[in-house]
């Protein structure tokens, strides 16, 4: 059994990639919940594929990992482990089934069920196992507020090293008793939970900033003093030289070599040397606090947009809406107005995102521009993204990497990159769109994948929004920041609440 996973000097880059994403890393995992928060990009996912084996380090070494189960944030599962997982009868499969709240009995039923639900049987797989090391990518994306209680309440009963990405700040909290800060320039160990180890690293971020500050003014005072010495030392070496003087003149040129001897009108010249070894190493030491400072960002997409000037952009007098395999009853006409900002919410296969695609349908069928952003990408959609920003001509390619780095992504990355992460695909998706000028954005689980300075940038972006939007999201605290009614599907029912806020 392993009670520790030990990371030694290790270096690790793609190799599309033309600089290290980890160089000389130490990092130490011991019993209990370790949580690794980063903004998207930084190494997350990647860190968690070195440990688990998927992915070998350019050099260095990882000890301890020998039984490591590694949940990543996708929700492919084959058929047989799914049949294996189902036919399980043992006390531990039993146990995770029901706190987990398993309701499947067959394979095909899979297919039908919400990426939430889908989510927990696969951790429900993972904990049956009982593997010595459990790392989890994201584990709440997709989740309503019940089934992340139901997650954090499971995970705090499981014994061995457990590894978990997230931007959950709730669920971080209430695990973890160790976090991993990735950060572009380096990477943080602290102690406590998340919150404990934010505040921590805030409180260094202005030691370094002071002691930046305290750098920057010692250089300059140096600078100033040495602009001075240079002075004196270009007096003193115009007073010690023999040029002009006459070569009879005996007097003046005994003068000049005393001077030489004595040394004293070379001291200027000596203390002007001290002084520029002073200033070469105050000069190195505020670059490498200045190195240490986090990066300034201005973050915040900008929306080409137009307010309609429809009445409506949709209104319906229907009774209920019928999917064919749900039929969703209204408690009241339904209408989005140019300017509506609406949220969508309800539990896991309350028909949220079925309702969103509807919707979509309708302004396609009455040709309303609208963008609709996915809860998740297919693999082929995620190819034809990559293919279509690939292929994008210089200025244009310029202008959706200035996007994706204002929603907190290195640019840089994403450009040289052959494989985004599945946040910077949202992000790309996200730029491509800006100046498509739609009257109505709809989009699914828009946080999901997203670290929490890019939510904020996103959160910031549309609560300026001048056009209609209709958001799908299981985020109390962002979805309260940008919309002011609530569309709240319970029960196969629609209800309409218009909320005083933003």
Same mark, same amino acid.
């Given at each position: 059994m392993s009670e520790h996973i030990t990371i030694h000097n290790l270096n690790f880059l793609y190799d599309s990639q033309s600089e290290f994403l980890f160089q000389n890393l130490n990092l130490h995992f011991g019993p209990g919940w370790t949580g690794i928060v980063g903004k998207n990009g930084s190494g997350k996912s990647t860190l968690a594929k070195l440990i688990s084996g998927d992915l070998q380090p350019y050099s260095g070494s990882i000890q301890g990992n020998g039984s490591v189960r590694y949940v990543s944030q996708d929700t492919f599962i084959t058929t047989e482990s799914l049949e294996d997982f189902l036919y399980d009868d043992s006390k531990v499969s039993g146990r995770y089934k029901n706190l987990l709240k398993i309701n499947i009995d067959s394979k095909e039923d899979y297919d039908h069920l919400s990426f939430g639900e889908k989510r927990r049987i696969l951790l429900a797989m993972a904990l049956s196992e009982d593997p010595e090391v459990l790392i989890l990518d994201e584990p709440t994306n997709h989740l309503d507020l019940d089934s992340i209680q139901i997650i954090g309440n499971t995970l705090s009963h499981y014994q061995g090293i457990g590894i978990l990405i997230s931007h959950d700040r709730s669920l971080l909290d209430d695990l973890t008793t160790h976090c991993i800060f990735l950060e572009k320039n380096f990477c943080l160990e602290r102690s406590g939970n998340y919150s404990e180890g934010k505040k921590e690293m805030e409180r260094e971020t202005q030691e370094r900033i002071h002691d930046w500050e305290t750098a920057r003014i010692e250089r300059k005072k140096l600078e100033a003093e040495l602009s001075r010495r240079r002075e004196e030392? /270009?007096?003193?070496?115009?007073?010690?030289?023999?040029?002009?003087?006459?070569?009879?003149?005996?007097?003046?040129?005994?003068?000049?070599?005393?001077?030489?001897?004595?040394?004293? +009108?070379?001291?200027?010249?000596?203390?002007?040397?001290?002084?520029?070894?002073?200033?070469?190493? /105050?000069?190195?030491?505020?670059?490498?606090?200045?190195?240490? @400072?986090?990066?300034?960002?201005?973050?915040?997409?900008?929306?080409?947009?137009?307010?309609?000037?429809?009445?409506?952009?949709?209104?319906?007098?229907?009774?209920?809406?019928?999917?064919?395999?749900?039929? @969703?009853? @209204?408690?009241?006409?339904?209408?989005?107005?140019?300017?509506?900002?609406? /949220?969508?919410?309800?539990?896991?296969?309350?028909?949220?995102?079925?309702?969103?695609?509807?919707?979509?349908?309708?302004?396609?069928?009455?040709?309303?521009?609208?963008?609709?952003?996915?809860?998740?990408?297919?693999?082929?959609?995620?190819?034809?993204?990559?293919?279509?920003?690939?292929?994008?001509?210089? +200025?244009?390619?310029?202008?959706?990497?200035?996007?994706?780095? *204002?929603?907190?992504?290195?640019?840089?990355?994403?450009?040289?990159?052959?494989?985004?992460?599945?946040?910077?695909?949202?992000?790309?998706?996200?730029?491509?769109?800006?100046?498509?000028?739609?009257?109505?954005?709809? @989009?699914?689980?828009?946080?999901?994948?997203?670290?929490?300075?890019?939510?904020?940038?996103?959160?910031?972006?549309? *609560? /300026?929004?001048?056009?209609?939007?209709?958001?799908?999201?299981?985020?109390?605290?962002f979805v309260e920041s940008i919309t002011k009614e609530e569309w709240s599907l319970e029960n196969l029912s629609l209800t309409q609440k218009h909320l005083d806020r933003i």
């Amino acid at each position: 059994m392993s009670e520790h996973i030990t990371i030694h000097n290790l270096n690790f880059l793609y190799d599309s990639q033309s600089e290290f994403l980890f160089q000389n890393l130490n990092l130490h995992f011991g019993p209990g919940w370790t949580g690794i928060v980063g903004k998207n990009g930084s190494g997350k996912s990647t860190l968690a594929k070195l440990i688990s084996g998927d992915l070998q380090p350019y050099s260095g070494s990882i000890q301890g990992n020998g039984s490591v189960r590694y949940v990543s944030q996708d929700t492919f599962i084959t058929t047989e482990s799914l049949e294996d997982f189902l036919y399980d009868d043992s006390k531990v499969s039993g146990r995770y089934k029901n706190l987990l709240k398993i309701n499947i009995d067959s394979k095909e039923d899979y297919d039908h069920l919400s990426f939430g639900e889908k989510r927990r049987i696969l951790l429900a797989m993972a904990l049956s196992e009982d593997p010595e090391v459990l790392i989890l990518d994201e584990p709440t994306n997709h989740l309503d507020l019940d089934s992340i209680q139901i997650i954090g309440n499971t995970l705090s009963h499981y014994q061995g090293i457990g590894i978990l990405i997230s931007h959950d700040r709730s669920l971080l909290d209430d695990l973890t008793t160790h976090c991993i800060f990735l950060e572009k320039n380096f990477c943080l160990e602290r102690s406590g939970n998340y919150s404990e180890g934010k505040k921590e690293m805030e409180r260094e971020t202005q030691e370094r900033i002071h002691d930046w500050e305290t750098a920057r003014i010692e250089r300059k005072k140096l600078e100033a003093e040495l602009s001075r010495r240079r002075e004196e030392a /270009s007096l003193s070496h115009k007073h010690r030289s023999k040029k002009g003087l006459d070569l009879h003149d005996h007097d003046g040129r005994q003068k000049k070599n005393l001077a030489r001897v004595s040394g004293k +009108d070379g001291q200027a010249g000596r203390l002007k040397q001290q002084l520029d070894k002073r200033f070469v190493h /105050s000069e190195r030491r505020e670059n490498e606090i200045f190195a240490k @400072l986090p990066e300034k960002e201005n973050l915040g997409i900008v929306w080409k947009t137009e307010t309609s000037k429809r009445k409506h952009l949709f209104l319906s007098v229907e009774e209920s809406f019928d999917f064919g395999f749900m039929k @969703l009853n @209204l408690d009241a006409h339904l209408q989005i107005l140019p300017e509506s900002k609406i /949220s969508i919410t309800g539990n896991n296969g309350a028909g949220k995102s079925t309702l969103l695609k509807f919707l979509a349908k309708q302004f396609e069928e009455k040709h309303i521009p609208y963008l609709y952003l996915p809860q998740e990408f297919s693999k082929e959609e995620i190819q034809s993204l990559q293919r279509e920003f690939q292929n994008l001509k210089a +200025d244009t390619k310029a202008k959706v990497l200035s996007g994706v780095h *204002r929603l907190g992504s290195d640019p840089k990355r994403v450009f040289e990159s052959k494989r985004f992460s599945p946040g910077e695909i949202k992000k790309i998706f996200l730029s491509l769109h800006l100046e498509t000028n739609p009257e109505i954005l709809l @989009l699914d689980e828009p946080t999901n994948h997203l670290d929490i300075k890019s939510l904020e940038a996103l959160e910031n972006s549309l *609560r /300026s929004l001048s056009i209609a939007l209709v958001v799908v999201s299981h985020d109390r605290r962002f979805v309260e920041s940008i919309t002011k009614e609530e569309w709240s599907l319970e029960n196969l029912s629609l209800t309409q609440k218009h909320l005083d806020r933003i």
